[in-house]
């Protein structure tokens, strides 16, 4: 019968004494921390977002963005703004135009049961209306720390700008 001269499992582990496994497990634990920090870092200020660094550096309240844009719009590079204390971006479909303005909640924040002709609803960021005004679909998004405007171009579909509003989250 062939016997296998390989050593038993437990005489191959590599014995560490006490103070070598405190100080390997305590490199290994200030690794992950380190790694898990740098990642959030980057998450927090990374570059790729669509509103630039510069800009949601001025501002001291949540800034809330489309978790989806709508089919065929894109964010307008270079037209975010800051005028009055307001955020302003853009997002874009050919000549189809869409302006987003967001500021922190007012003391007295719009009665949005009080806009005639407007819906109600419930999006992610909080309660919400939308409708029109002068042929131009609007909603309006209270969230509990932000006031967000959304604003279309008469040649914009109602439920774009409804869709767009349900869809607003935190960056």
Same mark, same amino acid.
């Given at each position: 019968?062939?016997?296998?001269?390989?050593?038993?499992?437990? @005489?191959?582990?590599?014995?560490?004494? /006490?103070?070598?496994?405190?100080?390997? $497990?305590?490199?290994?634990?200030?690794?992950?921390? *380190?790694? @898990?920090?740098? *990642?959030?870092?980057?998450?927090?200020?990374?570059?790729?977002?669509?509103?630039?660094?510069?800009?949601?550096?001025?501002?001291?309240?949540?800034?809330?963005?489309?978790?989806?844009?709508?089919?065929?719009?894109?964010?307008?590079?270079?037209?975010?703004? $800051?005028?009055?204390? $307001?955020?302003?971006?853009?997002?874009?479909? *050919?000549?189809?135009?869409?302006?987003?303005?967001?500021?922190?909640?007012?003391?007295?924040?719009?009665?949005?049961?009080?806009?005639? /002709?407007?819906?109600?609803?419930?999006?992610? @960021? *909080?309660?919400? @209306?939308?409708?029109?005004?002068?042929?131009?679909?609007?909603?309006?998004?209270?969230?509990?720390?932000?006031? $967000?405007?959304?604003?279309?171009?008469?040649?914009?579909?109602?439920?774009?700008?409804?869709?767009?509003?349900?869809?607003?989250?935190?960056?």
């Amino acid at each position: 019968m062939f016997r296998s001269k390989a050593k038993p499992l437990s @005489a191959r582990l590599v014995h560490i004494p /006490g103070s070598r496994m405190f100080w390997v $497990i305590s490199v290994l634990l200030v690794t992950s921390l *380190g790694l @898990a920090g740098g *990642g959030l870092y980057y998450y927090r200020w990374r570059s790729d977002w669509p509103i630039p660094k510069v800009v949601r550096s001025q501002i001291q309240f949540p800034i809330y963005y489309p978790s989806s844009m709508p089919k065929g719009y894109s964010y307008q590079k270079g037209f975010a703004k $800051i005028q009055n204390g $307001i955020l302003f971006y853009k997002i874009t479909s *050919g000549n189809r135009t869409i302006v987003i303005g967001e500021q922190a909640i007012p003391v007295a924040p719009p009665d949005l049961s009080s806009l005639i /002709g407007f819906k109600k609803i419930v999006t992610l @960021a *909080g309660n919400a @209306a939308v409708g029109s005004n002068n042929g131009q679909p609007i909603a309006i998004v209270l969230s509990n720390t932000t006031l $967000i405007n959304i604003n279309g171009s008469k040649n914009v579909p109602n439920d774009v700008v409804g869709n767009l509003a349900k869809s607003m989250s935190t960056l």
